[in-house]
């Protein structure tokens, strides 16, 4: 297999070591990224060790703050002229209200701004790259999601936590498949997966206890998109346990796709550079 230099976000704990661990022992580059840089010190030599491999790298960044958001994508541009794979993993669980900077809700901030404004600054690197892919973690909870309260947004003022962390996952999948679009003639894709019910910090937060099944399945379907031959054709899907599946009615919906697209836009500043630029990712 062609060695690949892939970002995983998140990859100090859970399904994005996991997946940062299998990727390391197929051969590829791995840049693992995580916000406490002793803990991420810790897990790089733990995976050098397990792995042998001498082709990890560590970055950190707290992705609810969108400046380190930025800083983490100079960073790898700085150290690497092109990215082939970026995987956006992280994300969590917030059993209480919490407001990131801007106001935004911290759930909303980290898994849905973040990996929008990180995507859209790596952009040019992945662009560098023979061939590229964007694979965002979705979950299965988007489908609990009747109705979007758009008025509600960003800063979730009335808070339900599930209900929160379903729409943050929502925004991924109309994401996923409204940057597909952006893509699409270019030399890279974008996709989305659920992981299934994995056993991490995230799943312990919501319900309190430990279950669910073992990270490195989650990480199976992660490294699927990452690195398959036959995944390499396809542009805007979302997946469960490796295969594609028919995401809910609301994330197939034009305008939902849009709404929260246009809302990247603006809560990121990559709105005027975007617009202005015209096909910016051919």
């Not at 060695?3 to 693992?32: C, F, M, P, W, Y």
């Not at 599930?162 to 498949?177: I, M, N, P």
């Not at 990452?226 to 995944?231: E, H, M, Q, Y």
Request: glycine fraction near 10%; aromatic fraction near 8%.
């Amino acid at each position: 297999m062609e060695e690949q230099t892939i970002l995983v976000t998140g990859s100090t704990d859970g399904i994005g070591k996991a997946t940062a661990h299998a990727l390391a022992r197929q051969g590829h580059r791995v840049l693992l990224h995580g916000r406490n840089r002793g803990k991420g010190r810790a897990v790089l030599e733990e995976l050098e060790e397990a792995t042998g491999s001498d082709r990890l790298a560590l970055f950190i960044a707290d992705l609810s703050v969108q400046e380190r958001v930025r800083g983490l994508a100079e960073e790898v541009g700085e150290t690497h002229d092109s990215l082939d794979v970026l995987i956006n993993n992280a994300g969590v669980f917030m059993p209480e209200r919490k407001v990131a900077p801007g106001g935004i809700e911290m759930t909303f901030a980290v898994n849905y701004i973040a990996p929008f404004l990180l995507t859209h600054d790596l952009l040019p690197l992945l662009s560098a790259s023979r061939r590229a892919r964007v694979v965002n973690v979705a979950s299965i909870a988007h489908r609990s999601v009747r109705s979007v309260d758009w008025e509600n947004l960003p800063g979730f003022d009335d808070y339900d936590a599930y209900d929160t962390y379903a729409v943050s996952k929502l925004g991924v999948v109309a994401f996923t498949a409204r940057l597909a679009r952006v893509l699409e003639g270019t030399k890279t894709t974008a996709n989305c997966l659920h992981p299934g019910v994995i056993d991490t910090k995230l799943l312990r937060a919501y319900t309190g206890e430990q279950g669910g099944a073992p990270p490195e399945q989650g990480a199976e379907v992660e490294v699927y998109l990452a690195t398959s031959p036959d995944a390499a054709a396809v542009n805007g899907g979302y997946f469960e346990a490796t295969r594609w599946a028919r995401p809910s009615p609301l994330a197939l919906d034009p305008e939902v796709r849009e709404r929260f697209w246009e809302m990247g836009l603006d809560l990121t500043g990559v709105e005027e550079w975007h617009r202005s630029s015209g096909k910016a990712y051919a």
